[in-house]
Each structure stands twice: as structure tokens, then as C-alpha cells.
């Protein structure tokens, strides 16, 4: 079975710095989808990034980028130019091609600090 | 384009008790998934629904059922209800079209909080 480690459970960041927050899978299938979600305090979960396995390139989405290396099974986001706004948990998720399970990590905090 | 829709979205029951939740996904999407999210547990996929029929189901006992309407809406259903049950219950959305299959996108609504007592 898959599963997804979200090692740090709380990080925290400067306003206008810099942050990586880091996430591994186990998994045996070539095929996959990985995810970053964002759930602020009591709101709702919001896509952040996602990353098909089959592609090389690492997606970026505007301050949001990944490191994506599929022979270490690691997935990395990385948040540039933190906002307040920024402050949530982010969760790390797995996604076979074939279902709709995702695999969740346990989350990360992540504290924006004025 | 309204998001996804879940009531309602607190309940407090008591132990023994059984409860419905309502899921409307966004409009044009036809599968459901459904969540628990738990300090303990994180987050477990609970059952997929997709044109009416469950496609997928997670490992839960069998006190936790769901099904689909053809409007695409989805309800679940608890019986018996233990104090564990208390969670944030979250259910996500996602596409399909004949000719690109099923999204990998979900969409999650705000969540049903339910407390048992």
C-alpha cells in the first residue's frame, strides 16, 4: 500500500522569506499523482500544486514550486516570498491512476511570522 | 462556478445514534469521495461514489455506508455512532469525461464537523 511521510510537523517562516517543506511516498507503481493541499485554519482544503509522475519537469504555480525526484520518492514543496496569508497546514497527498484513494501525509503547520 | 457544498456543517449526536451527511459535488462532476479527518488519524479515504455505484471503499467497518443520487449529490451514513466517530468529515469532487476518464483533481468542500458525545 501507499503511504505518504510529511516528516516536520510544524515549520515555521518569515514574511518575504523562503520555504521548503518536504514530503516522501512509498510506493511500487510507475504511474502516479502527487499533491500539495492547503488547509487553512477551519477552511476549507484548497489545491496548491500538483505534479503528474510521468512528467520530468517540476510543476510551479506562481510563489509555489515542487522538487519532484521519482527515483527518491520525494516530493517537495517549496514557498517563495511567504505571506501571511500563507499560514496553514499543508498536506502532502498520493494518488494512483486508477482510483480516487488518495493517501494523505500527517500534515505540516506552517507559521508565517511578521 | 459554485464549490463544493457539504451539510450540515456541525452536528453533534450522541453515542448509538446515526447520522447523514449531504455532499453536492461542483456542478458537471460526477464522483464523490468521502473523508475522515482526525488529530489521530490525519486523513482516510473512507469510499469513492461514481454514477451511482461505489467504486472504491477504504477500510472502515461497515457502520460507515454512502451512496449516490443521479443528480450526482452523495450522502453518508454512520449508525451506531462511537465517540471515536467524531471527526471532520470532508468530501471531495472531481471530473469525468468520456474523453479524458477521470480527473486526478479533487475539490474538497468545507466539511461536516461532527462531535459525538
Known amino acids: 500500500a501507499q503511504t505518504v511521510t510529511q516528516s516536520q510537523p510544524e515549520m515555521s517562516v518569515q514574511e518575504a522569506e523562503t520555504v521548503t517543506l518536504s514530503c516522501t511516498y512509498d510506493t511500487s507503481e510507475s504511474d502516479y499523482y502527487l499533491f500539495w493541499y492547503k488547509q487553512p485554519p477551519s477552511r476549507q482544503m484548497i489545491l496548491v500544486i500538483r505534479q503528474e509522475a510521468y512528467k520530468q519537469q517540476n510543476a510551479t504555480e506562481n510563489r509555489f514550486s515542487v522538487n519532484f525526484q521519482k527515483a527518491a520518492k520525494s516530493f517537495s514543496l517549496k514557498i517563495s516570498d511567504s505571506q501571511l496569508g500563507d499560514a496553514a497546514m499543508y498536506f502532502c497527498?498520493?494518488?494512483?491512476?486508477?482510483?480516487?484513494?488518495?493517501?494523505f501525509g500527517a500534515g505540516t503547520r506552517l507559521t508565517v511570522k511578521p | 462556478k459554485a464549490g463544493v457544498t457539504q451539510t450540515p456543517r456541525y452536528l453533534i449526536k450522541t453515542r448509538g445514534q446515526q447520522v447523514t451527511l449531504s455532499c453536492s459535488p461542483i456542478?458537471?462532476?460526477?464522483?464523490v469521495s468521502w473523508y475522515q479527518q482526525t488529530p489521530g488519524q490525519g486523513l482516510q479515504f473512507l469510499f469513492e461514489y461514481f454514477s451511482e455505484t461505489q467504486r472504491n471503499k477504504g477500510n472502515f467497518p461497515g457502520r460507515f455506508s454512502g451512496r449516490q443520487f443521479s443528480n450526482s449529490r452523495s450522502e453518508m451514513n454512520v449508525s451506531t455512532l462511537e465517540l471515536g466517530d467524531s471527526a471532520l468529515y470532508l468530501c471531495?469532487?472531481?471530473?469525468?469525461?468520456?474523453?479524458?476518464?477521470?480527473?486526478?483533481?479533487?475539490?474538497f468542500g468545507p466539511g461536516t464537523r461532527l462531535t459525538v458525545t
Open positions: 471531495a469532487s472531481s471530473l469525468f469525461s468520456l474523453a479524458g476518464g477521470f480527473s486526478y483533481e479533487q475539490y
Open positions: 456542478s458537471g462532476h460526477r464522483s
Open positions: 497527498a498520493y494518488r494512483s491512476p486508477n482510483n480516487n484513494d488518495m493517501r
